[in-house]
């Protein structure tokens, strides 16, 4: 199964349960290696080259906001 591409800016996850942000991505090598990604991972504080069938989209599926982060995207729709 082919995975989604990832671009610049990405939020993905790595190493099972790190946050990471996609800084570079690489296309097929010359030498039939498939693409990749640079990865910067916050709790490591580098950049970490990741082949594609070793990272996962951050996908936020379900999640409450509490009154303060209500009261923020409320403003932010109405244009506050």
Known sequence: MAKDS?????IVVVD????GVVVKC???SSMGNPPSYDIYVRSYNRIINYPQ???????VRHKYLNE????????ALEGK
């Not at 099972?16 to 946050?19: F, R």
């Not at 303060?68 to 403003?75: C, L």
């Open 6 to 10: 990832l671009c610049f800016g990405d």
């Open 16 to 19: 099972g349960d790190q946050i």
């Open 26 to 28: 690489w296309g097929w």
């Open 53 to 59: 069938d070793k990272v996962d989209r951050y996908m």
């Open 68 to 75: 303060e982060e209500m009261e923020y995207q409320k403003n």
